[in-house]
Nanobody, 124 residues
């Protein structure tokens, strides 16, 4: 399985970005896809998760009301719509997929597959 994330970039505070992640080679019927982020000098933080089994989602308190995760099972694709971005949202955003944890949230140390990350920079 290979994950390809895209959509990162530089945006002013208050702006929006949409991240996409395509999972190639993911053939399991049930799986989760998630977004994590890591800012310089900080640990990896779970941002949002989507379960293909029932479409349920989880979102971190730090982004609740601003970020929305969605997906397309047929395309094995997950999206992260980010609104009202803040400078503290600046980080490398990683896409993740897991076939053992079919319910959200997925712990970072349990993730099967990681993408390379896409950089989000929010200027003040």
């Amino acid at each position: 399985v290979q994950l390809q994330a895209s959509g990162g970039g530089l945006v002013h505070a208050g702006g929006s970005l949409r991240l996409s992640c395509v999972a190639s080679g993911l053939s399991d019927e049930w799986y989760t896809m998630a977004w994590f982020r890591q800012a310089p000098g900080k640990g990896r933080e779970a941002v949002a998760c989507l379960s293909s089994r029932d479409g349920s989602t989880t979102v971190a308190d730090s982004v609740k009301g601003r970020f929305t995760i969605s997906g397309d099972n047929a395309k094995r694709t997950a999206y992260l719509q980010m609104e009202f971005l803040k400078p503290e949202d600046s980080a490398l955003y990683y896409c993740a997929a897991d076939t053992a944890f079919i319910n959200c949230p997925v712990p970072a140390n349990g993730v099967d597959y990681w993408g390379k990350g896409t950089l989000v920079t929010v200027s003040s």
